[in-house]
Nanobody, 124 residues
């Protein structure tokens, strides 16, 4: 299994910035991708940004250049820097990971993991 520990988040006024970080741990896994999703009340969970060894960086359409994602997949860390935050960005932000579990000499299929979530509140 893979455990994800998130840090960051909190309360900020509109126009402000926040940073979210996530570290993955576990045994015998190879990380394929790490990133962040968010869920606002009454809405579906949506992709914010991700780092993927297969296709690089991906962002939700709403990001519009305001957020950057960085990290090291090989070291199982990812950081989301959010700027120009607006009230619509309020929600619970979840770290997500996709990894191959077990030894490399076995057939493996990707598994998905989630962090517990961290609240981001943007006040207008």
């Amino acid at each position: 299994q893979v455990q994800l520990v998130e840090s960051g988040g909190g309360f900020v006024q509109a126009g402000g910035s926040l940073r979210l970080s996530c570290v993955a741990s576990g045994s015998m896994f190879d990380m394929l991708a790490m990133g962040w999703y968010r869920q606002a009340p009454g809405r579906q969970r949506e992709l914010v940004a991700s780092l993927d060894i297969r296709d690089g960086r991906n962002f939700g359409d709403f990001v519009k250049g305001r957020f950057t994602i960085s990290g090291d997949i090989a070291k199982n860390t990812v950081t989301l820097q959010m700027t120009s935050l607006q009230s619509e960005d309020t929600g619970v932000y979840y770290c997500a990971a996709e990894a191959l579990l077990g030894s490399r000499d076995r057939d493996r299929s990707p598994k998905h993991f989630w962090g517990q979530g961290t609240q981001v509140t943007v006040s207008s």
